[in-house]
């Protein structure tokens, strides 16, 4: 059984050379007890105020409106440009509960200042520049996922994203997963450590075997293995990790926070002026962290993100003037995920939702 690379914060450790190379190969980092209980405990009230808000606006659906449709209505992106529930929010329809309920939530910073704080914490930047080989990254995009008790339907294995770019081993693309609950079997992350470097057919391959094996709805856990997370745990994954996870039908919530940084040099196919958003974003929780009293016990992370080769055609006038918190850098793209015999029909939600 394959190992995952472990660093335990409250016992001091801090992110080595053995780890970074660790994360090369499996594609995951586990950082326990990344937030104190205190940070955990604000964090989970806090988000449940923002999930009771999307579950009070869970949309009903239109008599004339058949189930296909609907679904298609109440998932981002269309949620965002033409909500029919709670704004930035997705929704599914639960086999067990036959109704729809939120599932995801976009822009959290937006809506919860503390995580700008979080975002900055020093060794959370430190790790993310020792996995992308220096300093050149961004912060892209932030989403909040969860599984309400007796709710979430299972996800079927899949990466977060496509690059053949970020292949590279300095160039990943992170994704960053805090944990506010504690997670099991029956509702955390399982994850294929090594995917990430597999061709794209191998990986749609073993992702349509491993969800569509079983004939009780479960995902196949036969060589994946469980994330055992705590609340207050940080999991890194790279974005092209395949992981899925099972139907909750116990009593538990599951919420993690997502971050995903980018190292900014593997995305010159994308629009100037994200890059300089994104950067802007991460600045300014670096600057906001730095008006909190734990600042005065830290060193504040130097962001020195070299952007000074950009394209200035390709840089829109006033884009000093967008929000930040909920204008990302990057948006999340929707993609049909599939074999190299089928195109990607790629949506980008940022220019989607006129943003």
């Known amino acids: 059984m394959t190992t995952i690379p472990v660093i335990d914060f409250a016992a001091g450790e801090r992110i080595t050379l053995e780890h970074v190379d660790a994360f090369t190969q499996t594609g995951i980092i586990h950082l326990k007890s990344f937030l104190c209980q205190d940070e955990v405990a604000l964090l989970s009230d806090q988000?449940?105020?923002?999930?009771?808000?999307?579950?009070?606006?869970?949309?009903?659906?239109?008599?004339?409106?058949?189930?296909?449709?609907?679904?298609?209505?109440?998932?981002?992106?269309?949620?965002?440009?033409?909500?029919?529930?709670?704004?930035?929010?997705?929704?599914?329809?639960?086999?067990?509960?036959?109704?729809?309920?939120?599932?995801?939530?976009?822009?959290?910073?937006?809506?919860?200042?503390?995580?700008?704080?979080?975002?900055?914490?020093?060794?959370?930047?430190?790790?993310?520049?020792?996995?992308?080989?220096?300093?050149?990254?961004?912060?892209?995009?932030?989403?909040?996922?969860?599984?309400?008790?007796?709710?979430?339907?299972?996800?079927?294995?899949?990466?977060?994203?496509?690059?053949?770019?970020?292949?590279?081993?300095?160039?990943?693309?992170?994704?960053?997963?805090?944990?506010?609950?504690?997670?099991?079997?029956?509702?955390?992350?399982?994850?294929?450590?090594?995917?990430?470097?597999?061709?794209?057919?191998?990986?749609?391959?073993?992702?349509?075997?491993?969800?569509?094996?079983?004939?009780?709805?479960?995902?196949?856990?036969d060589g994946a293995i469980h994330i055992s997370a705590k609340a207050g745990d940080l999991v890194i994954h790279h974005v092209m990790t395949l992981h899925g996870s099972q139907p909750c039908t116990n009593s538990t919530r599951r919420?993690?926070?997502?971050?995903?940084?980018?190292?900014?040099?593997?995305?010159?196919?994308?629009?100037?002026?994200?890059?300089?958003?994104?950067?802007?974003?991460?600045?300014?929780?670096?600057?906001?962290?730095m008006s909190y009293p734990v600042s005065q016990y830290e060193t504040p992370y130097h962001l020195r993100c070299n952007l000074s080769g950009l394209d200035q055609d390709d840089i829109e006038e006033n884009w000093q003037h967008r929000p930040v918190f909920r204008n990302p850098g990057l948006a999340r793209v929707v993609s049909n995920y599939g074999t190299d015999e089928r195109e990607d029909e790629s949506i980008d939600i940022f220019e989607a939702a006129n943003l």
Request: charged share 25%; with cysteine; glycine share 6%.
């Open 255 to 289: 919420t993690t926070y997502l971050w995903f940084f980018h190292k900014h040099a593997a995305m010159d196919w994308f629009h100037h002026t994200k890059l300089l958003l994104a950067n802007r974003k991460l600045a300014t929780c670096i600057a906001e962290r």
């Open 47 to 221: 988000f449940q105020q923002v999930i009771d808000a999307s579950i009070a606006q869970t949309p009903d659906q239109p008599a004339d409106m058949d189930n296909e449709s609907f679904i298609q209505k109440i998932r981002l992106p269309g949620a965002w440009s033409h909500p029919l529930g709670a704004p930035d929010t997705e929704y599914e329809i639960t086999q067990t509960l036959g109704q729809p309920i939120p599932k995801l939530i976009d822009f959290p910073m937006d809506k919860v200042p503390a995580l700008r704080a979080i975002a900055a914490k020093p060794h959370l930047l430190h790790t993310i520049e020792s996995l992308m080989g220096g300093p050149d990254f961004i912060l892209a995009y932030d989403n909040l996922t969860f599984k309400l008790p007796d709710g979430g339907t299972r996800l079927r294995y899949h990466p977060d994203a496509w690059s053949e770019e970020a292949k590279h081993p300095r160039k990943p693309i992170c994704n960053c997963g805090i944990y506010v609950d504690d997670s099991n079997e029956e509702n955390g992350i399982w994850a294929i450590p090594g995917s990430h470097l597999w061709d794209r057919k191998r990986s749609a391959q073993v992702a349509a075997d491993m969800s569509d094996k079983r004939a009780d709805g479960r995902i196949e856990t």
